[in-house]
């Protein structure tokens, strides 16, 4: 909130960008296609380290967004899919 001042999507994935990259817990990139959204997160740290990246992930962006994003939890990766006007995906 104190560098963005609006909690919203944009913001979110913003802050999620900037956490990310500063912080080294993975690698993020983000796709979009009209109000489909895509989020990948690449480390090398193991299941367990996906597992918990789904967990910040899903909190933030439901307590935030009110958005209740689909997972691919994999090895070295966790694949978010979401769609911005709510759970239409």
Known sequence: ????KRANLDNYLESLK???KYKGY???ELETDGSEYTIILVHDLGEKWSNFLRYVVE???KS???IVPKFEVN???L???FNSR???N
Do not use: H, P
């Open 1 to 4: 909130m104190f560098w963005f």
């Open 18 to 20: 900037l956490a990310f």
């Open 26 to 28: 993975a690698r993020y």
């Open 59 to 61: 909190a933030g962006m």
């Open 64 to 66: 935030i967004t009110g």
């Open 75 to 77: 090895q070295d990766s």
């Open 79 to 81: 694949i978010v899919r």
């Open 86 to 88: 709510g759970n239409e």
